[in-house]
């Protein structure tokens, strides 16, 4: 792009930073979001107090239990979007559907998967204070976890890696364009 053209507004970043509890979703999502001067948004503040009561009691979520949730965060994405500006959420996204329906408000989102392992998970979940999701949903996690499959526009990162290595790496998929993958 020359000096003299302006960045068009579908080439501003839309991205969800995905995966398991205690992957580092919020502490990567939010240091993305100030690397490329995009909005952040915190998928948990989306979740109505119904879920929040289910998870906080260690029920998981089901499909009909994240719908809302997943649309409030689609919906949003979907008015940055709209606005010219770019976003960042922190969202589970643990199912394809799931980000289909993030991707049926906003087509244009891209994931960055953050993949750790059920260890790393668990101590890092029970090592948080003041969060709703306790550590013995972990394994539910794991269990809706479907990975990003090859016709999805997005990276999947080592989320044991540091966050200085974490955020290049998701920038530098978004500059190669969105058809494209690295891995951290």
Known sequence: MSDGETR???DKPVVVVMGVS???????????????????????SFHPPENIALMSSGHPLDDAHRAGWLDAIGKRL?????????????CSA??????????????RV????LAIDKETARARISGRKGH????????????DLQPLEPDEAGVTLDGTADVSLLVP???KY???????????
Not at 22 to 44: N, Q, R
Not at 110 to 113: I, T
């Open 22 to 44: 205690g992957c580092g979703k919020t502490f990567v999502g939010e240091k993305l979001a100030g690397a490329i001067g995009a909005d952040f948004l915190e998928g948990d």
């Open 174 to 184: 978004l500059e190669q364009g969105r058809d494209k993958s690295a891995g951290a």
């Open 8 to 10: 068009r507004a579908d």
């Open 132 to 143: 709703f999701m306790p550590a013995s949903l972990v394994d539910s996690q794991f269990a």
């Open 94 to 107: 643990l199912k394809r559907i799931y980000r289909d329906r993030l991707r049926s408000h906003c087509p």
């Open 110 to 113: 891209v994931f960055a998967h």
């Open 78 to 90: 979907a008015e940055i979007a709209e606005e010219g500006d770019s976003a960042v959420a922190a």
């Open 169 to 171: 790496a998701a920038r």
